[in-house]
């Protein structure tokens, strides 16, 4: 049969943003396939040249819709690093409590899409409106909906509202009562099984080789979270266990995150019970010194990097951010080629695509 | 409070290698010392499990293929280049998952002529952030397989990362 080119994007109800993916399908086997990117290019990393260390902050906000948080709280991370203020501990509790919602929050818009990806648009309204809790606590926290503006260099930008810990252990029981009607809703569905076992399947080797960080990356059975293995902030402390699963298809990858939210309702729920009392901000220098930081997180989505370079004055010279899903997605034809066209709705779909990071 | 904290970068720089090798950072220091004597410029630890060092750049590919296959550094973190007055810097961060280990492999080309060799045919993952630094800052990476802008529109004509390009501000 006579191979052809067939763009899916940059408008097609898969891509979740604004990036187009070029698959050249013989009938409808995928023999090649082209992710191309740069649609939504802002030049955050231009941009923050003109900006006080300060001013950045909202800016990283800006960098994924879907958990803001992470991003500020990894610039943060690495200008306290480059100026070498010490955060007090309560601080690092309110954080750690702060993205780990942000995560469930994240993964949660992530299921909704992706279920109504592979047609079961009930799971895009339970999903939706579970996330509204942590949405809800969040905003109690920082003010703000979706693009929080809360880490500071040196801390938080306020102590937590009253009546948190209550709330945050309320939503974590609840969360976790939900979580398992979902694995019901959507383990039962005959569809999404269908569409997502032994689909898009990616070797350890591969993911390894290509950069492949986060949930993919778990799911192809190498156990690596930042979370444990590099440890940041008050992981240490924590008592938790990275999510894995061998399999490295799209059902892998969907159970990873599920399972990872789990744990992360168990970090919420250590964090805001450990809280110490005293000071959640202390106040940081307005120039940075001559020299280099460096930040890692495991972000939702994988693993996030900035690296910062001062010259001495109060802007950064220099920003370079590491987007996991700008790596990943050029693993994308290693996990399409030999499907159907069909499938790639669930291949790309299950890497829970974020464009504003992905162009930054 | 300026005042410099456990694990700032400041602390441990100039501390001197010690004889015993079973601290991984030191060994990772130590073997690249023996294997590339004339290359390795400079080399500092950052903090736990962080090193940096500094190679010459006709070096690159052959230090990075030893990093990785002689040292276990499985995974290509990132690649960054940064612009200063006299000289462009690439910087490898590579991290090694079983020994909980990341490298700063720092390289850097003249100003007239930003070119290294590609690592895309050791790390896969290096491809599109190779193509990100052609794109945003200029950087030619030889033995690319597609070296293409990928952010920008293909018929742009600058490369807006360089601290000559008044953008934005």
Redesign the interface.
Known sequence: MAEMWINMGPQHPMTHGLWNLRVKVDGETIVDAQPEVGYLHRGIEKLVEGRTYTQVIPITDRLCYGSSLTWSHLYCLTAENLMGVEVPPRAEYIRVAAIEMQRIASHLMWLAAYAADLGLMLGFIYTMRDREIFIDLLQAMSGSRLTYNYPRIGGVAHDVPPNFERDALRACSYMEKKLKEYEDLFDGSKVFMMRNVDVGLLKKEDAMNLGVTGPPLRASGVKYDLRKDMPYSIYPELNFEPATHPDGDCYARYKVRMDEMYTSCKLIRQAVQKMPKGKWRVVAPRNAPVGTGLGRVEDPRGEGVMYLVGDGSDRPYRLKIRSPIFVTVSAAPKMLIGYKLADVVAIMGGLDMCIGETDR | ??????????EGMERALSKVDDVPEERVIRALLDNFPTAVTDFKK?SK??VRARIERRDIHKACLFVRDTLGF?????I????YDDRFEI?Y?I?S?SQ?L?L?LITSTPKDDPSVDSVSSI???????ER?SYD?MGIKFSNHPKLER????KDYLYH??RKD?K???
Do not use: C, T
């Open positions: 409070m300026a005042a410099r904290g456990k694990g700032s970068p400041a950052l499990g962080v499985e995974h290509l973190s990132m960054s280049a940064v612009e910087v961060h991290a998952w909980r990341l700063e790390w896969g993952g290096a491809n599109w952030q990100e945003l990928i952010l920008l529109p807006p990362l390009f953008g934005g501000d």
